[in-house]
């Protein structure tokens, strides 16, 4: 057990975790582990796709092997997979944009090629794209938010890149004794995991107090968050949910109790800008 574990250095913490399901249960069991009270507050949820005949197309001339390539991003995505019963013919092959995403698939019966891995992002994906196969037709079912980040990239390499929304993102408002907890400071932490989830925290809570510390799931997700007005205080090295509540627990270990949004340090040691359930 390592000392992070032993110390239980998130003894007495009430964190905030804004989202359900399977990933919620599993970083407030990660939390407890951690002496922390999860707080899941989910903030964001999924809704089907607007043009559903249009996704519906495209699954089908995915069916059909007309894609070279199935780009998948989110374990949300997978579930769309999931709930449509697409079966992915063996001459098309399947990226996922990270380690989550990439056990979303396997856990679903999904094979999966290619994970970008130094970098769980969409520039990641890019970056590391095969360069033996950069022709050819993708197909990338992603959030109706998405930013155009990965097919921009990938069509820049010269691939055939259609996108399609599988989803649309809808924030959830937290209940009132939640923000009361957040606002009095009783929860002492929230994890950000995506760029909604940032914008979900800066409506519905802000202003948080100076003391509220503010964990990111990542370089990108930190970028959003700031680009929301949030000020982030820990920055995940990797995206994952282990990752995360690690980095708060080093956080914690770092800074002890009395911290502030002034001088604050990420986990890396940089500078920076500054279950219990809802009902």
């Known amino acids: 057990m390592s000392p992070c574990r032993s110390l239980k250095p998130l003894a007495g913490w009430r964190v905030l975790v804004p989202r359900g399901g399977n990933w919620g249960d599993l970083v407030a069991a990660d939390l407890r582990t951690y002496g922390a009270v999860p707080v899941i507050a989910p903030m964001i949820n999924f809704a089907s796709a ?13 069916e059909n092997g007309r894609f070279d390539w199935l780009v998948i991003t989110s374990a949300t995505t997978v579930d769309v ?13 399947i990226a996922a944009v990270g380690e989550t ?3 979303a698939l ?22 590391e794209w095969p360069a033996s196969d950069i022709v050819g037709r993708v197909l990338i079912p992603q959030s109706d938010i998405a930013e155009p980040t990965l ?9 055939e890149v259609e996108y399609v929304s599988a989803y649309r993102t809808v924030g959830v408002p937290v209940s009132e004794h939640v ?14 995991t995506s760029g909604s989830v940032a914008r979900q925290v800066q ?4 202003p948080l107090l100076g003391e509220t510390v503010v964990a990111a799931i990542g370089p990108r997700t930190a970028f959003d968050a700031r680009a929301a007005g949030l000020t982030v205080h820990v920055i ?31 986990n890396n040691g940089g500078s920076s800008d500054g279950p219990v359930a809802s009902s």
């Open 236 to 266: 995940a090295e990797s995206r994952s949910a282990g990752s995360l509540v690690e980095g708060l627990a080093e956080y914690v270990i770092s800074n002890g109790d009395d911290h502030s949004a002034d001088g604050s340090r990420d």
């Open 101 to 103: 995403t990439s056990a």
């Open 81 to 93: 997979l999931i709930s449509q019963q697409v079966t992915i013919p063996p001459s098309t092959r």
């Open 151 to 159: 097919v921009a990239g990938l069509a820049t390499l010269g691939l």
């Open 106 to 127: 396997i856990l679903a019966g999904y094979r999966v090629d290619f994970v970008p891995e130094s970098d769980n992002s969409a520039r990641g994906l890019v970056k």
């Open 179 to 192: 923000a009361a907890d957040v606002a009095s400071g009783r929860i002492r932490a929230v994890l950000v």
């Open 203 to 206: 409506a519905q809570l802000a």
């Open 50 to 62: 607007e043009n559903a005949m249009e996704l519906s197309d495209a699954l089908k001339r995915l």
